[in-house]
Structures are given as C-alpha cells and as structure tokens.
T-cell receptor, first 114, second 116 residues
C-alpha cells in the first residue's frame, strides 16, 4: 500500500563492496529521483529520471548509477563503496516531468560503510 | 551557490509558543514552486505545502500558516501554539528549471525542538 518503497531500510557494508538499493513506486508517476542526505541533514539531488531522460547531478561520482527496469522502479547501484558514501538515500517520485507536482518520498535507506 | 537559505539552524521553544521558520530563495525563473517538508525523528520526509510563484496568497492549515512574499523572495512558515509533536527538522525547497531538471533544491533545514 506504500506509495514509494525502498529496500533495504538499513545497509551496512565494507569499503570496496558493490551494493544496490531498490525503489518502487505504485503511484503511476513518470519521474523518479534519488536524493542523498548527509550527516548534517543536507538533502541533495543525485539523479532524476523518466522514461525519456536521465539527468545526473554533475557532482555525483560515476560509481553511482541509476538503473530503471521499468517505469515503476529506479534502483541505485553503487560500485566500490567508500566511507564518504555513508548517508541516508531517499527515493522519490512525482507525476509528469515538470515541477508543478510534489515529490513523494520513500522512507529512506541508511547506508553505513565500514 | 545556495538557492534556498534557511538561516535558522536550530530553534527551541516551549510548548504553546508560536514559532516562525524562515526561508529565503534565489531564482531567475519567473515560474517556480516552493515547498515545505517535515522530517520527524523517525526520518521520513513529509510533504506540507506547495506554492507556485504566481500565487502569493497566504495559506493556513490548522496551526500551520505560510507567508509567501516575492518582493523579499521569502516563504516563511509559522506554527501557532506549538506542540511537542512538532519537533522535527523542517526543510524549505525550490523547484525550478535547473541543471538537475525540475528536482527539488533543498535548504539546509531548521531543527525545531518543542519542549513541554
């Protein structure tokens, strides 16, 4: 019944590993996003994606890659994890591609790299 | 450059006090949207309000009210008669046509603590 769901909620992994975070939305929205919230609570866009276009924030390392098997899913894959990747990652979705619609957020995935 | 500035990092009030959270934004677009989100201690992001750039009417929803002033590029949020359950981090956000598409550009948040 959850609109935007992420799995797992918590992820602890060692440096150098590769991991994925899954995101699914059942709202029929066209656009999905990944945001990163750092230890100071600052939220920053990483990617926005719809079936036509992927927009990447230029500050995101290329170790991060979004993968969308279909319109309802946007997974985040991270290669060669580093300590600085520890953060809370939020998936979100919104209808259409414009900014007139609110973004619905998942509950977040707390990633800890040790 | 920071597009959304929330100058108040932390605010502490006693229950039943009124409190205003400030938000100042920067954009060159004539069409844009402003948002407020609440992040309680449980961590989820809860949508509170969306306002478009052409609608400067103030809005009231229960104990919450918002004051949008284009002349000062501000979108302030007031909680009247605060309650302990209002304790959370509050984020103001701007959506405009930018290098990140139309994604939300968040301020750094204001942590509100309401004590009994």
């Amino acid at each position: 019944d959850t609109a935007v769901s992420q799995t797992p909620k918590y992820l602890v992994t060692q440096m150098g590993n590769d991991k994925s975070i899954k995101c699914e939305q059942n709202l029929g929205h066209d656009t999905m996003y990944w945001y990163k919230q750092d230890s100071k609570k600052f939220l920053k866009i990483m990617f926005s994606y719809n079936n036509k276009e992927l927009i990447i924030n230029e500050t995101v390392p290329n170790r991060f890659s979004p993968k969308s098997p279909d319109k309802a899913h946007l997974n985040l894959h991270i290669n060669s994890l580093e300590l600085g990747d520890s953060a809370v990652y939020f998936c979100a979705s919104s209808p259409g591609t414009g900014f007139q619609a609110e973004a619905f957020f998942g509950q977040g995935t707390r990633l800890t790299v040790v | 450059a920071q597009k959304v500035t929330q100058a108040q990092t932390e605010i502490s009030v006693v229950e039943k006090e009124d409190v205003t959270l400030d938000c100042v934004y920067e954009t060159r677009d004539t069409t844009y949207y402003l948002f407020w989100y609440k992040q309680p201690p449980s961590g989820e992001l809860v949508f509170l309000i969306r306002r478009n750039s052409f609608d400067e009417q103030n809005e009231i929803s229960g104990r919450y009210s918002w004051n949008f002033q284009k002349s000062t590029s501000s979108f302030n949020f007031t909680i009247t008669a605060s309650q302990v359950v209002d304790s959370a981090v509050y984020f103001c956000a701007l959506s405009e046509n930018s290098n990140s598409g139309y994604a939300l550009n968040f301020g750094k948040g204001t942590s509100l603590l309401v004590t009994p």
